[in-house]
């Protein structure tokens, strides 16, 4: 039998459970059944499970209990399979017809054949549209699928919403509308209609909606498990009987699990499309002629002895199949075991590829590397002196794909080129490669992959879905990988040196991981074919054992070997040593009163900052471009004064989008500025490329000259104002954008324009320029990936506050390049960052080696604990940076007895982030220079933790312990290991050293001894930082019917602090830290008539601000009359933020309107609201 003779699968996988009738699965708590038997029609028929249009006007099918099926950021997502009629009625050609509607929301129809997928935003009625892809041919059943979603990321301008269309699985348009959101509509979902005049003519016979975005593969799945829609070939092929038959013989003599890998390949390529003739030739051969329960060097030799068309090539780590010769359908790589865990590394596809090509008309034509008009064939396999090489070519009528292929240990590796050799038709995408993995042996898979710091996400084959373009903050390095409890582990990455722009795409359900690596493929202005692609670097899957740790020592391996961007030496001396050796960061906007509080705070600390300073310049403009300057006239003398001090300062700038000063919202359209016009990134159809911050702001073209010349000057002009370095937000975290402009000077849709082109030549120039002149001046960014590395000295990392998150990045890149800044509370609007999640933050910056702190000046005006943990903490990274900067971190601490884990909300950006982590947070750092092994461990909570740590003994001879508050203790090491308790007191901090005589330790060892003996003397949090108060301020406040009054409404306070800006505890109505003798004039309360009798107080004390008192008092023109009216004696309620309520009598009557004091005597504490009641 032949391969024309196989037919298509039509069901492997199930992402809706099909059920009797024409509804699929639950609909916002309600069964299929139960919305199916409720679904209410008007004029539309139910006929044999379809629900079928006849165009009649009026005619439709309403969604029962759908009010509410609204767009958020969870996104929907709808499905149909149905089949289009051309009416009888010959007035009406089909041409405009409803597929789903829901009234001043969302619809999808056709408009003259062409899809027409609308919403409304904004209160405009179907103001927005994505209009593309021919309808469906009329008679034939197809799967529609519509997802809509809600982006909510501001931080990036990159709030908006995103429509995506699917035809028959797959993705036909994706539109995102910068800066709109879907409107609200209480109307219900209708079904074949919604407008007058596109009432649809046709069947439809399965309907699915749910409230979430369904990742590709889920929705290729409903296609392909209908049995209505006969899709295209997709690779997917029945199996046939005589490959079954012979299967079923073989397997039970199979008794090795590298015998049983070669009989799953030979399985599983049958369902792919291998030839049955093959197949069966080979299978026919037997168990014991293929060898299949030998070791795996006789298997290999007798196997490859006993047929020619499958090889097998064997190193001490891994073992592949390839097809010996030539062939079509089916991939040439069958399979790749995994020696060391026994098992297969791919799962039912290997190696396959996806092209497009675009006519002169605009039409797009996919070819898949399964195409049935697609050959390959298997051109070389030598032996290497670690392995195998191999070339696999492709034909087809319109090009030409080579793939060369290694395979050397345990690591394959593969590059493709594509030679386009129609004359009318351009090559614009490639998708190489595309894989699908094996679940791992273990029972608890990881998948980790470089989301800000690192993510590990749990059981991936069981659910994990996600597509980043690289490079961004949200996919910083080009791999992720995958391992089990075991340590079976799998590395898969694009290693590419040169940074070209790319997508990974994600999915992982079913016991399997789907992967696809996606590029845009360049060409020159008015060229319409013959343009080729070279990828850029190769394809790696590598077989290693470990952890995520280990997974990055193998990408670590790619940039020591091949990455331009990176950084060999260790100090990176083309940092200035001021910002390598800086203790920690602050944030703040420029004011003369910034500066005198951030001195303040300067001597508190013992230590300078380095400061974003932010809101400090405005730009004069002209259609010749832009001139950046401080708008202040005290510019000079606040640098002069934070100079005098020590304090640093990088203002922000942002060469990413045009003219964007914060605070300052200009009265120009940048749609029409002729400079903005010019160096804007264009897309294909002309449009602009914007962000929106306040108004739309043009993204600007890294290869423009003129846009390169702006930037370039701007940053020249912050030296010349004084500055210590520049803030560049968003250039090291935002994701390319594509370019189509023609006058640029680029070629069009090139993925080496952003960074090859662009931002690499600006801004190494720009170093090298300023460096002999300006030795000191810094570069700064916002996040960060790992191309920038070379052109940034830092980078300010606020968005690693993720839950799951691991020190990946730091694990690689920590020394070339410094960490500073986790999101602070200010930067939340509610607030909802809890107390504890500030000590986690810098506990964990300071043991994974990155500069502490990032505090908004707004998040240090309250005098608590965490400035003295926020102490200890600078003034330890101080003294430790040296040692950081010139040392590699290690694999994590091992633990015999594991510390407790917590968990803390983290606030970023308006969300919050629940993240846990051990209460013990640790890191272990080898000194490359000196060889000296230090352990950093920091308990930021407020109980004490004990856990037992193992240390391997090496070559070291000594171990030394620093802790808080006692002298240096000394042990001598014997044996190859031991384990050793550490204990540590609450919001403590401990540094261990492993050394040998003559390499340093020991005089580290006592410096960080002699540190850590003072902190047990840090007990002041220093001063309230007071904001200006109105004293002529005399709110109205009502207390009756036992209202609760909340800080928020209170009119003026001395000596005391309430939030008037996003910080910590400002949700809720805020909070007062009152110091000893500080007073809250409260305004005027309406007491009114009732008996009252008490007065219930929240109020937050930890020890040593307890056993003061709080006195309520009436009072006149702003001063307290008589004896208080309420004392609450303050006791001990926990931690500093802490709240208790306490109930006291009212020791005289309160009633009608008076003006209400409240003082604070002998102690400080903190208070949340106040009441009176009856």
Not at 300 to 323: H, K, S
Not at 583 to 599: C, G, H, N, Q, R
Not at 627 to 645: C, E, G, R, T, V
Request: aromatic share 12%.
């Amino acid at each position: 039998m032949k391969n024309t003779l196989f037919t298509v699968i039509l069901c492997l996988f199930a992402a809706i459970q099909l059920q009797a009738g024409v509804w699929q699965g639950e609909f916002l708590g309600k069964s299929a059944e139960e919305i199916d038997n409720s679904l209410q029609l008007k004029d539309v028929q139910r006929e044999k499970d379809m629900l079928v249009f006849s165009a009649k006007r009026g005619a439709s099918v309403t969604v029962p209990d759908s009010e509410n099926f609204n767009v958020d950021t969870n996104g929907i997502t709808v499905n149909l399979i149905l089949r289009l009629r051309k009416p009888e009625d010959s007035a009406n050609s089909g041409g405009n017809m409803m597929l789903f509607f829901k009234d001043n929301a969302y619809f999808l129809g056709i408009t003259r054949r062409t899809f027409n997928f609308s919403i409304g935003a904004g209160g405009r009625k179907w103001s927005l549209a994505m209009i593309d892809g021919e309808a469906p041919p009329f008679g034939v059943w197809t799967h529609i699928a519509a997802v809509l979603k809600y982006s909510d990321d501001r931080a990036q301008g990159n709030d908006g919403t995103l429509l995506s269309l699917y035809v028959n699985g797959e993705l036909l348009k994706s539109t995102f509308f910068r800066g709109e959101r879907i409107d609200a509509s209480d109307a219900p979902l209708m079904l074949g209609s919604g407008l007058g005049g596109y009432e649809m003519c046709g069947d439809i016979a399965e309907a699915s909606a749910v409230p979430r975005v369904m990742n590709d593969e889920e929705i290729r799945a409903i296609a392909r498990q209908s049995a209505l829609v006969k899709l295209p070939p997709s690779g997917w092929y029945t199996m046939p009987p005589e490959v079954i038959s012979r299967l079923n013989v073989l397997r039970p003599q199979i008794s090795t699990p590298h015998g049983r890998w070669v009989w799953e390949a030979l399985r599983r390529a049958a369902f792919t499309g291998e030839s049955q003739d093959k197949l069966c030739a080979v299978l026919d051969c037997g168990c014991e002629k293929l060898g299949l329960n030998l070791d795996v060097e006789q298997m290999v030799q007798v196997f490859n002895a006993a047929q020619g068309n499958y090889r097998l090539y064997a190193t001490p780590e891994a073992i592949l199949m390839l097809a010996a010769s030539s062939g079509m359908l089916a991939s040439p790589v069958l399979g790749l075991f995994n020696r060391l865990d026994q098992a297969d590394v791919f799962s039912i596809r290997q190696l396959e590829w996806k092209l497009r090509f675009r006519d002169t008309a605009g039409a797009n034509k996919d070819v898949r590397s399964y195409d049935q008009d697609v050959r390959y064939a298997v051109r070389t396999a030598n032996k290497t002196a670690d392995g195998y090489e191999f070339q696999i070519d492709w034909t087809h009528d319109l090009f030409t794909a080579t793939s060369r292929l290694k395979l050397t240990g345990g690591r394959l590796t593969a590059d493709f080129q594509v030679k386009n050799q129609a004359a009318d038709r351009l090559l614009t995408d490639v998708d190489f490669p595309m894989f699908r993995l094996a679940k791992l042996p273990g029972d608890d898979d990881r998948l980790v992959y470089p989301y800000m710091s690192g993510k590990l996400v749990k059981n991936p084959t069981q659910g994990c879905n996600f597509g980043f373009e690289f490079p961004r903050a949200e996919f910083g390095m080009q791999f992720f990988a995958m391992y089990d409890e075991l340590g079976n582990g799998v590395y898969c990455a694009l290693e590419d040196p040169n940074a070209h722009y790319k997508r990974l795409s994600l999915s992982g359900m079913n016991k399997e991981v789907l992967v696809s690596w996606a590029h845009p493929v360049a060409y020159e202005v008015g060229q319409q074919g013959h343009n080729d692609y070279q990828l850029s670097g190769e394809a790696v899957l590598e077989i290693f054992h470990g952890n995520w740790y280990h997974a990055g020592r193998v990408y670590r391996r790619f940039l020591e070997s091949k990455a331009k961007w990176w950084v060999k030496e260790l100090p990176r001396t083309s940092t200035p040593a001021w910002f390598r050796n800086n203790a920690y960061s602050m944030i703040a906007t420029a004011s003369p009163v910034s500066i005198k509080e951030l001195i303040y705070l300067t001597d508190y600390f013992g230590v300078p900052p380095v400061v974003e300073w932010a809101i400090w310049h405005k730009y004069d403009i002209s259609d010749a471009g832009l001139k950046i300057f401080p708008y202040q006239s005290y510019h000079d003398q606040m640098l002069k004064d934070a100079h005098a001090h020590g304090i640093r300062l990088l203002p922000y700038m942002n060469p990413h989008i045009w003219g964007f000063a914060p605070g300052h919202k200009l009265e120009i359209d940048w749609f029409e500025n002729p400079a903005a016009l010019r160096s804007a990134v264009k897309h294909a159809d002309g449009s602009l490329e914007y962000e929106i911050y306040g108004q739309k702001h043009l993204v600007i073209c890294p290869a423009e000259k003129h846009g390169q010349k702006d930037v370039y000057d701007q940053n020249i002009d912050i030296i010349n104002y004084g500055f210590d370095g520049s803030y560049l937000d968003q250039l090291a975290c935002h994701e390319p954008a594509i370019c189509f402009d023609p006058t640029h000077g680029h070629k069009l849709n090139d993925p080496a324009l952003w960074l090859n082109q662009g931002q690499w030549p600006l801004w190494l120039k720009f170093r090298a320029d300023i460096r002999q002149e300006h030795p000191d001046f810094v570069l700064t960014s916002e996040d960060t990936t790992d191309p920038y590395l070379n052109i940034m000295d830092g980078c300010m990392v606020w968005r690693w506050v993720n839950e799951d998150r691991i020190p990946l990045y730091q694990s690689i890149y920590a020394g070339r390049t410094q960490f500073f800044s986790r999101c602070p509370d200010a930067f939340n609007a509610r607030g909802e960052g809890d107390f504890n999640s500030f000590f986690v933050k810098m506990a964990e910056q300071l043991v994974c080696g990155e500069q502490v702190g990032g505090f908004h000046l707004n998040d240090m005006y309250y005098a608590s604990p965490q400035r003295i943990f926020a102490k200890k903490m600078i003034q330890l990274r101080k003294l430790l940076a040296p040692f950081l900067n010139a040392s590699e971190m290690l694999e994590p601490v091992a633990f015999s007895v594991k510390p407790p884990e917590v968990t803390s909300n983290w606030a970023w950006s308006g969300k919050v982030q629940r993240v846990t982590l051990p209460q013990l947070l640790s890191c272990a750092w080898r000194n490359e220079k000196t060889g000296v092994k230090m352990l950093i461990f920091a308990n930021p909570i407020n109980t004490a933790v004990n856990a037992t740590v193992v240390l391997d003994k090496d070559d070291y001879d000594t171990l030394y312990l620093c802790h808080e508050g006692h002298p240096l203790q000394t042990l001598p090491l014997t044996g190859k290991s031991l384990q050793q308790v550490c204990s540590l007191a609450p919001r403590s901090a401990e540094i261990w050293l492993l050394a040998k005589a003559g390499d340093g330790g020991a005089e580290l060892a006592t410096d960080a001894a002699n540190l850590l003996q003072k902190f047990s003397t840090y007990t002041d949090p220093g001063k309230i930082l007071p904001r200006g108060q109105n004293f002529q301020k005399r709110n109205q406040l009502s207390a009756l019917d036992g209202h609760w009054i909340a800080p928020a409404e209170s009119s003026w306070m001395k000596n005391c602090f309430m939030p008037v800006e996003p910080t910590f505890g400002w949700a809720d109505g805020r909070f007062i830290q009152g110091a000893p003798g500080g007073e809250v004039f409260w305004g005027e309360v309406d007491f009114g008539t009732a008996d009252l009798k008490t007065l219930d107080i929240m109020v937050a004390a930890d020890a040593p601000n307890a056993g003061g008192t709080i006195e309520f008092y009436e009072a006149k023109d702003g001063q307290t009359v008589g004896d208080p009216f309420a004392v609450i004696s303050v006791t001990e309620t926990g931690d500093w933020f802490d709240f208790q309520t306490f109930q006291v009598p009212l020791l005289h009557k309160v009633s009608g309107k008076m003006d209400v004091i409240t003082r604070f005597v002998d102690k400080g504490c903190v208070i949340r609201k106040w009441r009176v009641i009856d």
